[in-house]
């Protein structure tokens, strides 16, 4: 058998040859605190990863998307602990080459990816599930995107809120915030309500006012002004009641799908029906 030694020439002709990005990603090695596009990078603790996706009730029907990536770490667990799809968009390229390294030696390669993208212009729009860790400053420059995002899609962002969109629930760990939000419904503006059923066959005019999930208003009794008590906005989930013209209050519970709203009311009086809203 005869050994064949290449010269140094073809050495180095092999070297070229190889794939840029694969040398790259074989000495690449992300370290605390180095810089990125607008923030550094910190990774989230593991524990608090775990709570985040908890708060959010990931599921195996959620599709997660994690804003600024990182080592993909939010985007593996969602997939090895959670059995959710994901996807972690990550600015720097070299990071975002490592963190599909990691997915892959996650054996989450299947339901997971992590993609090199800016996140204020990629579209994200068909997320269950959003996580973040960025700045105040860039969550508020994201609020708008996810505000206008599906009502009932759940958001955590650890460490920073979003200013006076109150979150729904703030979590404490190890001296550590997570916050969570679930996107609203946008149901301000004047509504036409119908009651059928329950002897109650009636058609009304509903006021809402919003403030992100927050709402109150009024609905039209004759000449008179009945305040909502109790009104609640969760996603597309609405409730609130009133006092009729009577005097016996009505409570009604239902879904928000677009111009249109439609649920179940019942009476302190016994009385039960349906009721259907369009928007004007």
């Not at 010269?7 to 040859?17: H, M, N, Q, R, T």
């Not at 908890?54 to 667990?77: C, E, F, N, S, W």
């Not at 029906?273 to 004007?280: H, L, P, S």
Request: glycine share 10%; hydrophobic share 45%; no cysteine.
């Amino acid at each position: 058998m005869h050994w064949f030694r290449p010269a140094a020439a073809a050495l180095v002709a092999l070297a070229i040859a190889l794939p840029a990005a694969a040398q790259k990603d074989k000495s690449y090695e992300p370290h605390i605190g180095q810089p990125g596009k607008d923030v550094i990078w910190v990774p989230t603790p593991d524990e608090v990863v775990e709570r985040m996706l908890r708060m959010a009730q990931v599921t195996p029907d959620d599709y997660v998307v994690d804003l600024g990536a990182g080592d993909g770490k939010i985007a593996i667990a969602a997939v090895k602990k959670f059995g959710a799809r994901s996807l972690g968009i990550e600015y720097n390229p070299d990071m975002a080459r490592h963190a599909q390294l990691n997915v892959e030696r996650a054996g989450a390669a299947g339901r997971a990816r992590i993609v090199q993208g800016d996140i204020f212009v990629s579209d994200f729009s068909q997320a269950t599930v959003v996580t973040m860790y960025l700045l105040p400053a860039l969550n508020l420059k994201l609020r708008p995107q996810l505000l206008a995002m599906r009502p009932g899609t759940r958001v955590v962002s650890h460490s920073f809120s979003m200013d006076d969109w109150e979150a729904d629930e703030i979590s404490s760990l190890d001296g550590r915030r997570a916050y969570f939000w679930v996107v609203p419904a946008a149901v301000a503006g004047a509504w036409t309500l119908e009651l059928a059923g329950g002897g109650a066959a009636e058609k009304l005019e509903l006021t809402l006012e919003q403030r992100y999930q927050k709402i109150e208003g009024t609905v039209a009794l004759g000449n008179a002004l009945g305040g909502l008590r109790e009104p609640r906005l969760r996603g597309y989930l609405v409730a609130f009641a009133y006092v009729d013209g009577k005097g016996v209050l009505r409570e009604f519970s239902g879904k928000v799908s677009g111009a249109r709203m439609e649920g179940t009311f019942r009476a302190d009086n016994g009385t039960e029906g349906r009721w259907t809203a369009a928007k004007k």
